[in-house]
């Protein structure tokens, strides 16, 4: 029976377990339920039409039935999207870092800048905080958002807000200033805003172009003495930063959700 | 005379644990039996049914083992566990007490 297959394949799909095992389980269920119901409807003297037209009515809509699922496992589907968010993140943020410090790595060669000081100084250390910072926010907007019928970036972007103040105020009381967490927030933020509110992507590429230029001209005159080369350098780094997060807001959700299908399957 | 279901979500759990500390039971048996023993008036949907019975399950109130039925197809059974005899218990005597006390209150004039 085609539409009772349809009908649990659906209700599987809603309920969104995340156990691979549990999801064939209920599947396995349902199907011998339906077996049953249909071999009584055949004692019965129903016609097969008949019979797949009382079992939709006494199944009723697939959602609903999935419904009741999502409930009993909503803890464990908790657990998955907060697993699965972090991997993501942590997966995303390394490729990430690894591509930006590629590139920033060519343009020190190229303009005869120590190779060394670049990756063995504090900035890699700081560079790859804001980036996993950033990272987290993102992904994190992506999946707040999901939770949400209406105004889904705002609300989300106030709740990625709320706990970002109130992580920030626990580290300060213990004596640690975290300032990626805030610049996380505020590129997470743009980032994201760049990606649902301008539609085309060569006007995302000409706003990010123009603030992360603009952006490492301002850090490199903050440096003083600044040579031409060393503003060229910052301006050149801070643009591969731009084009990598800008990349990234586009690839991320993607890899986000291959790593969450990956990870159902298990 | 139907029942709403806001009622039989409330009293599910009483139901099933009632019905399988008779016996073990599977998911379409519980149907049927529930349906028998209320002349019907219980015909419930397999929507309220199969998550009541994880949630159960999950409580550790009931435990299932897949097994070959009399039809010879593989069925999952159902059956009590220690913890769900004595919630089933418990939940009888909340029952008639609950009932005991509606029933005063309704008849009362």
């Not at chain 1, 992904?139 to 707040?144: E, K, W």
Request: with cysteine.
């Amino acid at each position: 029976m085609r539409k009772a297959d349809e009908l649990i394949h659906d209700v599987v799909t809603y309920a969104q377990i995340p156990s691979a095992r549990r999801r064939r389980e209920i599947q396995r269920e349902l199907t011998a339920h339906i077996e049953d119901f249909v071999d009584a409807a055949r004692d019965a003297g129903h016609e097969e039409q008949e019979i797949e037209l009382l079992l939709m009515a006494h199944f009723g809509d697939a959602r609903q039935v999935a419904e009741g699922f999502l409930h009993v496992y909503r803890y464990e589907r908790r657990t998955f999207l907060v697993f699965a968010y972090a991997l993501s993140t942590l997966l995303i943020a390394s490729s990430l870092l690894m591509a930006i410090l590629g590139i920033q790595t060519g343009l020190a060669f190229g303009f005869g800048t120590p190779i060394s000081e670049l990756l063995a100084s504090k900035h890699t250390v700081v560079q790859a905080l804001d980036i996993v910072a950033f990272v987290a926010v993102y992904l994190g907007l992506t999946l707040l958002e999901t939770q949400f019928e209406r105004c889904r970036f705002q609300k989300a972007a106030i709740m990625l807000a709320a706990i970002g103040a109130v992580l920030t105020m626990s580290c300060r009381a213990m004596g640690f200033h975290p300032a990626f967490l805030f610049y996380g927030l505020i590129t997470g933020l743009f980032f994201r805003a760049v990606r649902l509110f301008i539609p085309a992507e060569v006007a995302r590429v000409g706003i990010v172009l123009v603030c992360f230029v603009l952006a490492g001209f301002s850090f490199a005159l903050l440096r003083s003495p600044v040579s031409l080369v060393d503003l060229f350098v910052t301006c050149a780094s801070w643009l591969a930063l731009g084009m990598g997060y800008l990349l990234m807001s586009r690839l991320a959700p993607r890899v986000d959700a291959a790593v969450l299908d990956r990870l159902q399957r298990i | 005379m139907e029942i709403d279901t806001q009622f039989l979500k409330g009293s599910i759990s009483l139901l099933l644990l009632h019905l399988l500390s008779r016996g073990e039971l599977y998911g379409y048996e519980i149907l049927q039996e529930a349906s028998r023993r209320s002349a019907n008036a219980f015909d419930f949907k397999e929507g309220t049914l199969y998550p009541a019975l994880h949630q159960l399950e999950k409580k550790g109130q009931i435990k299932a083992e897949w097994r070959t039925a009399e039809n010879g197809r593989k069925r999952k059974y159902y059956s009590l566990t220690p913890k769900g005899k004595k919630t089933a218990v418990a939940y009888e005597r909340q029952w008639q007490h609950l009932t005991g006390a509606m029933a005063a209150i309704l008849e009362s004039k």
